[in-house]
């Protein structure tokens, strides 16, 4: 019966996987299940199930229970009127179902949908993970790790030894120096860890539904990031003509107005790897959000210097989205394209122009596994 609850319940979850897969632009570029994520878990809204069901013929076709009735009929109302039915409308409701699924299983669900590869490491596996693995018996342990089987083995051979087993009264008791317990090894692994630095234009040019753009992605980068490191950790910087590094909530709430000069970010972006993580031992992944302006070319240079001689060779990857917006120009994309080309593995740009276009510009960032 337990077996059958669990084969049950797995058979039930493969098919709230499949539907989410089926699904899965809806959910993307909806962003309410973000606010329902927690540390390992986040809850999704799916459509109703509906379980198969039998269905009665027309009344016309006879059968037990057949008739028109009579007035007062405690069953079959037929078609009269229902309470509560008039002008309010009387059409069956939509239900969700709130589904809780593991990060690693909606990361699973995008990777297999976009094809994902897995990411290779780059930096050098720093990060020591430890597990417990029971691998023995021992004579002494906890009573929550005794096993049962071999303390009646050794139980049943010292009475044979002993001759004081019966086979006509097959009766084993087990004594104290009888029981055995399960032990366990500490099995230490090197893991590889990971930094997301987040770099968002916040001048005036950049609205809430850019913003809100941005946060969507981020969350789907995180989540597949997550699956393929044991520990990452996620820094955030803000800029219009200066740059600073905000927590996250200040990262999609803040601002803005004046000008734009992109490097102020780069050149933050750039003091944070140096001072925290030595590209021998991180993969660093900046990710870099704009709608394309930018103060003056002279800039732009300063941008391509800092990109090339620095911050490139220190990351994985360097990404660039251009978030559309009808204030902004989207020359930035432009030079960052004739500067490095599109087809350079280092330097991955991706154009946003809305919610429908996130799907895309996560596998175009991702799609590369680096």
Not at 37 to 43: I, L, N, P, Q
Not at 70 to 83: H, L, R, S
């Amino acid at each position: 019966m337990i077996y059958n609850i669990y084969r049950d319940h797995a058979r039930f979850r493969n098919i709230i996987k499949g539907k989410i897969k089926q699904d899965l632009k809806k959910y993307v570029t909806h962003s309410e299940m973000i606010g329902k994520k927690g540390k390992d878990m986040v809850s999704i809204p799916v459509p109703q199930i509906e379980i198969p069901k039998f269905k009665f013929g027309d009344k016309s076709q006879g059968g037990v229970g057949s008739g028109e009735g009579k007035a007062g009929d405690p069953v079959g109302k037929g078609d009269q009127e229902q309470p509560g039915e008039g002008e309010a409308g009387n059409q069956e409701g939509q239900h969700d179902l709130e589904i809780e699924l593991t990060l690693q299983e909606l990361a699973q669900i995008l990777g297999d949908e976009l094809e994902l590869p897995k990411i290779e490491p780059k930096g050098r596996k720093n990060l020591r993970s430890k597990t417990e693995k029971y691998t023995g018996i021992a004579s002494q342990g906890p009573s929550s790790l005794r096993h049962f089987k071999r303390s009646f083995k050794e139980a049943l051979k010292r009475q044979i030894a002993s001759g004081t087993y019966d086979p006509s009264n097959p009766i084993v008791v087990p004594i104290k120096k009888d029981m055995r317990y399960r032990s366990w090894k500490t099995d230490v692994q090197n893991e590889n860890s990971a930094v997301i630095i987040y770099m968002m234009d916040v001048s005036g040019s950049m609205g809430d539904e850019q913003k809100e753009i941005v946060r969507t992605e981020a969350f789907w980068i995180d989540t597949w990031l997550r699956s393929q490191y044991k520990e990452i950790e996620t820094r955030f910087i803000i800029h219009d003509a200066t740059a600073r590094e905000v927590d996250e909530e200040t990262f999609y709430k803040t601002r803005e107005s004046g000008g734009t000069l992109i490097s102020s970010a780069y050149k933050l972006c750039d003091k944070i790897i140096d001072t925290d993580y030595a590209p021998s031992e991180w993969n660093i992944y900046p990710f870099h959000f704009s709608d394309g302006d930018n103060w003056s070319g002279e800039d732009t240079r300063l941008c391509m210097e800092i990109l090339e001689q620095s911050m490139l060779p220190k990351s994985n990857v360097f990404c660039y989205g251009q978030v559309e917006s009808r204030y902004g120009s989207g020359q930035f994309y432009r030079d960052l394209s004739d500067h490095f080309g599109k087809e350079n593995d280092d330097v991955i740009l991706s154009k946003v122009e809305n919610k429908e276009g996130i799907l895309q510009s996560i596998k175009d960032f991702l799609g590369k596994g680096k």
